[in-house]
């Protein structure tokens, strides 16, 4: 009898070690998987990272453009644009003032 108990018990402790050892492979497995998302997730990060800083300069830039738009926009409301532009486009000139025209 103790021969056929030790049988047994042999038996129980191999099977133990195989389905500690399937486990371990599974946990293992698993790992494996969450150590190549993780890496993927930080590549991801990086290029929306990347992208981000590009939109945030491009932001900056037309913020600077809406800047001189605007500074634009102010002198046009001014006298001396509207003198600038009678004297260009339109050839106006003061009462004290003697035009010359170059010949052509």
Do not use: P, W
Not at 57 to 66: F, L, M, V, W
Not at 67 to 75: L, M
Not at 91 to 98: A, R, Y
């Amino acid at each position: 009898m103790k021969k056929s108990k030790k049988k047994k018990n042999k038996k129980r402790i191999a099977n133990n070690y195989l389905g500690m050892a399937a486990i371990a492979i599974v946990v293992l497995l698993l790992l494996g998987g969450l150590t190549y998302q993780s890496q993927t997730l930080k590549a991801r990060i990086a290029v929306y990272d990347a992208k981000a800083s590009a939109l945030e300069d491009s932001i900056a830039g037309e913020q600077e453009r809406t800047q001189e738009i605007d500074e634009q926009k102010e002198y046009m409301q001014t006298d001396e644009y509207i003198a600038e532009v009678a004297r260009d486009k339109l050839g106006l000139v003061k009462g004290n003032e003697i035009v010359f025209e170059e010949e052509k």
